[in-house]
């Protein structure tokens, strides 16, 4: 899942996004429900604006957000449930975040997955203020990503660095749609391609075991949590 505004610089403080579901960047565009909403909120020189919207909105995110300033929607979505139809689909998703878990299973596995999405809001291309960590797994700027060539990012999960994990750079514009994967380092950070023009996804997963409480409440074996990121380059 992906924040993917229609523009991604303010006009007559309008933004319209969509909320995507699919991959390699290739998706469908989803609806606003609130059932399937944890979290909606605008963040703009950190100061936190709640947002809201109907169901059924489309696009699924139509927001007058007051601002001139540089900003970013962050969107939770709230627990789902996922059954596997084979093992080999199970290790497949494992193998393609190199995802640290054993292979050895007696059983299908189902899990519950959580979506923490967050988009950049780009006014004024020479404004850049570093983010805080609003959400449990989250992607954040160290430098401007639409002035440099080089955007330098920070991984953080309940607020430790994710350091030595794979993550994936999807990017697309009307030419290309490609991906990279790079490895942060020990203190989380990864330094991103980001010379052309076009849109980004930075994508970052973890798998955890539930102990046998959440167990019987989620009632699956495992829960993985995923952030994105996107912001476009002109």
Known sequence: MWIEPEKSNLNQNLIKAHIKVGQN????????LNSET?????????????LTQRDGDYPAINQNLQSQDNGKIYYVSKPEKLIYETKEK????IDEYELPHSKKLNKIPTETYIRYCKTLIQNKREEFKSDKQYLKFEIINLNNPIKYNESIIKVLFDSHDFKNRKIKVFFKNENTNSVKDYITNSSGEAKIDTSQKGLYLISAV???????????????????YWASFTFRKY
């Open 38 to 50: 944890e979290e909606f909120f605008y963040i703009s020189d950190q100061k936190k604006t709640e």
């Open 90 to 93: 199970f290790f497949d998703f």
């Open 206 to 224: 973890e798998l955890k075991n539930l102990n046998y409480i959440k167990k019987t409440y989620y009632n699956t074996d495992y829960i993985s």
């Open 25 to 32: 960047f290739i998706g469908e565009n989803y609806p606003f």
